[in-house]
C-alpha cells in the first residue's frame, strides 16, 4: 500500500501562487510516476502533471508554462507549483502514485482561485 498525503490548497485571487504538496508513505519503493490531477465540479478527474522517477515531466495543455512539478525523493515528496492562476484552475486537486498495475490517490485538496 501507498499512502498519499497533499497539502497546501486554498483560496487566492487571479494571478496568484500556491504549492501543492503530496507526501508517499508505505510500499513507494516501486513507484514509477506521480502527479497531480483535478476535478471540477461536475467534471471528470483529469491531469494537471506527472513526473515519473526519472525526472521527465508531463503537463496538460493547459497549465503548461504556469505549473510546475518536482520531486524531492529525499523526502518521498511531490510539488506542484501553481503560478498565474485563473478562476478555471479552481478544482479539488488529486495526488497520484502509479505503481505496476495500480494507482494510489490521495485525499484531495481544494484549490480556489477567486476573479
Known amino acids: 500500500q501507498v499512502q498519499l498525503v497533499e497539502s497546501g490548497g486554498g483560496l487566492v485571487q487571479a494571478g496568484g501562487s500556491l504549492r501543492l504538496s503530496c507526501a508517499a508513505s508505505g510500499s513507494i519503493f516501486s513507484i514509477s510516476a506521480m502527479g497531480w490531477y483535478r476535478q471540477a465540479p461536475g467534471k471528470q478527474r483529469d491531469l494537471a502533471a506527472t513526473?515519473?522517477?526519472?525526472?521527465?515531466?508531463n503537463y496538460a495543455d493547459s497549465v503548461k508554462g504556469r505549473f510546475t512539478i518536482s520531486r524531492d525523493n529525499a523526502k518521498n515528496t511531490v510539488y506542484l507549483q501553481m503560478n498565474s492562476l485563473k478562476p478555471e484552475d479552481t478544482a479539488v486537486y488529486y495526488c497520484?502514485?502509479?505503481?505496476?498495475?495500480?494507482?494510489?490517490w490521495g485525499q484531495g485538496t481544494q484549490v480556489t482561485v477567486s476573479s
Open positions: 497520484a502514485a502509479d505503481r505496476p498495475l495500480r494507482r494510489f
Open positions: 513526473i515519473t522517477s526519472g525526472g521527465s515531466t
